[in-house]
């Protein structure tokens, strides 16, 4: 690749994650798939950066890679997508010696910001790894499979690398999501998110894998309906599945954000189930969305419990044997709660369903009936108007409602909140943001009225299990009600704004 291309060279490709023990059964089975036993090479990547990293800061990563007698220095841009494969630009130059050429940069976007830091620029971590690579066709396209193991290292820190790198060379990059399950039928595979380099990152720093809040995309009112929903599903399954570290290393927030990203897909998957006739597929894909959703939700159920409950409701009591046995009692049903997440996240369900919803969605499996083919600013109004009213029926009576109507008040109102964002760039500004501003009011106090309702429960099951406890868990029930009617009452006062709000989109 020339540093000298207009339009920049990219690098889309798909990480996969397997266990040790299918290496053997990967080798043959892409060795039979693509004609030939491999390409097998020795690959030692010296990445370079200024000591207070700021290549890395802005999103970018140089490095010189010595394969054989060869020497190929790389600029990658880091992607800043939200979708499951990384797509990056990126920049090649055979050069001379290990220490970087910046002279090549000149060509490209970054070379005076590179240029700049010359003088700071030094080796931060390394990538050692042997490479098998398969060519291999799959549906009109043209793959480079690659299997990498070895490890990367940032001074005396190593961690373990062990994963399956598809890269498109020729044809559409969706072919890679088929042929990933293509061979998640051989073994098992978990998608990976993390570049070679940003694991280098986390060495060095000691950081842990952060949570990736998902944005939402902006959509484009001539877009088509199932153009809208396609973008927004491929979002919702980028945000998911990167948060996949950050969850599994126990990060409240990761965990938080794939329940978001789950909730979001389902609002999507019923907002196009309601303009088809057979919703077998599509069913499908939620009862597993709700299964998985479950295990993130019983996880966040605890991290509220103990993050921001317990501390809330005994800030001002001291300390106390029985408030701490309670805090230990509840600490450790999240450990258990985690633990069962955790397993969930080691299976190869989450993966096998993320890529055959993108594959449903890229492959115009997706269906196009029932009014999909219009167009996003023709449609939106009856898809709001079916979410507002939806929202409206629960929240009669308001005052009234029992703890599951009021749940269920709440999950018709994410809905439409999640809706009114999506298609917020369709509409003038001013307008979307009064509404929302009310919609969130309204989430805000029912969120409030969930915690309280969900955390008598937790604190119930932990009084049962442990009799001790009952005396702490009365103060708990007193401070918890007491929440709960100050919620109730802001409830009602911010439904009755809400409901005279007018609906923007009419
Ligand atoms: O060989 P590449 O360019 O795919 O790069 P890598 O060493 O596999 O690193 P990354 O994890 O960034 O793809």
Not at 318 to 329: E, K, Q
Request: with cysteine.
């Amino acid at each position: 690749m020339s540093g000298e291309d207009t339009i920049p060279p990219r690098e889309i490709e798909l990480k996969l994650l397997f266990a040790h023990q299918a290496r053997a059964l990967l080798d043959r089975h892409l060795a039979a798939t693509s004609g030939d036993g491999g390409h097998r090479t020795h690959l030692v990547t010296t990445y370079y950066d200024s000591p207070d990293l700021s290549l890395w800061h802005s999103g970018l990563s140089l490095r010189i890679r010595r394969a054989g007698r060869q020497r190929i220095q790389t600029l990658k841009a880091v992607d800043e997508g939200n979708q499951l494969a990384l797509d990056r630009r990126e920049w090649e130059w055979v050069v001379k010696s290990d220490q970087p050429d910046l002279s090549v940069l000149a060509g490209t976007p970054f070379g005076p910001q590179v240029t700049a830091m010359q003088e700071k620029l030094a080796p931060v971590w390394v990538s050692d790894v042997h490479r098998t690579t398969y060519m291999v066709h799959h549906d009109g396209a043209m793959v480079a499979v690659a299997i990498d193991e070895g490890c990367v290292r940032a001074g005396d820190a190593c961690a373990m690398v062990r994963e399956l790198e598809l890269e498109i060379r020729d044809g559409p990059a969706r072919s890679l999501y088929g042929l990933a399950l293509a061979l998640q039928a051989v073994v098992p595979l978990r998608l990976g998110v993390l570049a070679k380099a940003e694991r280098g990152y986390h060495l060095l720093t000691g950081a842990p894998a952060a949570a990736v809040r998902g944005g939402t995309p902006v959509l484009d009112g001539n877009m088509t309906l199932a153009d809208g929903f396609s973008t927004l599903i491929r979002s919702g399954l980028g945000t998911l599945i990167r948060n996949q570290p950050a969850a599994g290393a126990g990060d409240p927030e990761g965990i938080h954000q794939m329940r978001v990203a789950i909730r979001q897909l389902r609002t999507m998957l019923q907002m196009i189930a309601s303009g088809e006739s057979d919703h077998s597929v599509i069913n499908l894909f939620q009862s597993e969305l709700r299964r998985i959703g479950r295990g993130l939700g019983e996880a966040r159920d605890w991290d509220v419990l103990c993050l921001e409950t317990l501390p809330a409701a005994f800030s001002t009591h001291g300390d106390n044997d029985l408030i701490r046995m309670l805090v230990d009692a509840a600490q450790a049903q999240r450990r258990v709660a985690h633990q069962q997440l955790f397993q969930e996240l080691e299976t190869p369900a989450l993966t096998t369903l993320v890529l055959s919803l993108a594959i449903w969605i890229e492959e115009a499996a997706f269906p196009q009936g029932a009014g999909q083919a219009v167009s996003l600013s023709h449609a939106a109004p009856e898809l709001l108007d079916r979410l507002a009213r939806k929202a409206g029926r629960k929240g009669r009576h308001i005052g009234e409602l029992s703890p599951d109507e009021r749940h269920d008040l709440r999950k018709a109102l994410k809905k439409l909140r999640y809706g009114v964002t999506y298609f917020s760039a369709l509409y003038p500004s001013r307008v979307v943001e009064t509404y929302v501003r009310r919609c969130r009011a309204l989430l805000r106090h029912l969120g409030e009225n969930n915690d309280a309702t969900v955390a008598a429960t937790l604190i119930h099951t932990l009084g049962a299990a442990h009799l001790k406890l009952a005396p702490v868990a009365g103060i708990f029930a007193r401070w918890n009600d007491k929440r709960q009617r100050h919620a109730l009452h802001a409830l009602v006062s911010a439904w009755k704004v809400f409901r005279d709000t007018r609906p923007f989109w009419r």
